[in-house]
């Protein structure tokens, strides 16, 4: 299955409300378009820490690039971001692919940092 775009908010100098963050998908993973300025809010609700994967996407005189891992404890929220485009999107559709150890109880949403 493909992953679950998660909608991207672009802030604003005169302010946007932010959306409610959503479900994370961790069965197929999430993605979002990658322009190099966004970051993601993950909040684990759960009662265990995750494990949040950046999938990265570049290599090296044709060795791969680890993927980015963050934990996640508990009862906290998490900003991560921003990710190299080189590094991190998808060729053909300039995402970044996150894979959860779990989505139980965990919520995430994207911002864009806008122009001035």
Excluded at 66 to 91: H, S, W
């Amino acid at each position: 299955m493909p992953r679950t775009a998660l909608t991207v908010t672009t802030s604003a100098k005169t302010g946007v409300t932010q959306p409610s963050m959503v479900a994370v998908d961790a069965a197929n993973g999430n993605s979002f378009v990658n322009t190099g300025r966004e970051m993601i809010e993950i909040n684990n609700g759960g009662v265990s820490s995750i494990t949040v994967t950046f999938v990265t996407t570049l290599q090296y005189q044709g060795y791969a690039i680890a993927d980015q891992t963050v934990t996640v404890t508990n009862g906290t929220v998490k900003i991560c971001g921003p990710f190299d485009t080189a590094l991190f999107n998808d060729t053909t559709d300039s995402t970044i692919g996150i894979d959860y150890s779990s989505g139980t109880s965990v919520t995430a949403r994207v911002t864009k940092l806008g122009s001035t």
